[in-house]
């Protein structure tokens, strides 16, 4: 009788063996992508194996979810998330599970890269490549237009048509400084000025801009024959 059972303990652990090869065989890798999210994790791109994209530092943080596919029954796969670069790495607690935020504390080139393993051994990967600068400078545009309101000699100094290196990232312009030769400067939040020049002539005018992070643009030089 003892002998009966241990070919039966040896028969049921073969089978079992055998099964888990089995299982093995049929499966197959898990599939894993990931996308960028705005703050309340709302998608703002779609699921990617690869992200490459660029933060400006100020701006903070990067916000981004994954989405892993895997045929198991049950689900037995593990996913690690790890950096390259210098920064904080937190997973969200609530809702998403799978959330996370990224805040880079330094420029540079940054990588987010995501692992998931399955029992078998089996593994995907996907990766967020992170350009993060500080600041694109802003760009001063001049042009100006005759108007003689209320002199002759009147001209409107216009600003307009500059722009923030970087408006997608949160940049704006928030002063506009205006020089005319030969001693007259103004530094104003408006985008536009009116001054009549004391004399017909050729004047140089020239402006610069500054951005929300407090970086002038070069100076932009033009000459107005005024007549």
């Keep these: 009788m003892r002998n009966v059972w241990l070919l039966f303990a040896v028969m049921l652990l ?19 992508q990931v996308r960028r999210d705005d703050n309340n994790f709302n998608p703002l791109y779609a699921y990617q194996v690869t992200i490459t994209d ?4 100020s701006q903070g943080n990067y916000y981004f979810d994954y989405l892993l596919s895997d045929d198991e029954s049950p ?22 599970s799978n959330g996370y935020i990224f805040n880079p504390l330094t420029v540079g080139f940054q990588s987010i890269n995501l692992k ?37 000699l009147e001209y409107r100094i216009q600003a307009d048509q500059s722009y ?15 020089s005319i030769s030969p001693n007259y400067q103004v530094t104003t939040p408006y985008n536009f000025i009116s001054y009549i020049f004391p004399s017909i002539g050729n004047y140089q005018v020239s402006l610069r801009v500054q951005d929300n992070d407090g970086v002038w643009s070069p100076s932009c030089v033009i000459y107005i024959n005024v007549s």
């Design 14 to 32: 073969y089978s079992c063996d055998t099964r888990q090869d089995f299982n093995a065989n049929l499966n197959t890798a898990p599939e894993l």
């Design 116 to 152: 998931a393993i399955d029992r078998y051994g089996l593994s995907a990967s996907a990766n967020i490549n992170l350009i993060v600068f500080k600041n694109i400078p802003p760009v001063a545009v001049l042009t100006y237009l005759k108007t003689s309101v209320y002199d002759p």
């Design 54 to 57: 660029s933060l400006k530092l």
């Design 164 to 178: 923030s290196g970087d408006p997608k990232f949160g940049g704006r312009i928030i002063n506009y400084q205006f």
């Design 75 to 96: 689900k037995d796969v593990k996913v690690s998330v790890s950096i390259i670069g210098s920064g904080i790495l937190q997973n969200t607690a609530g809702t998403p």
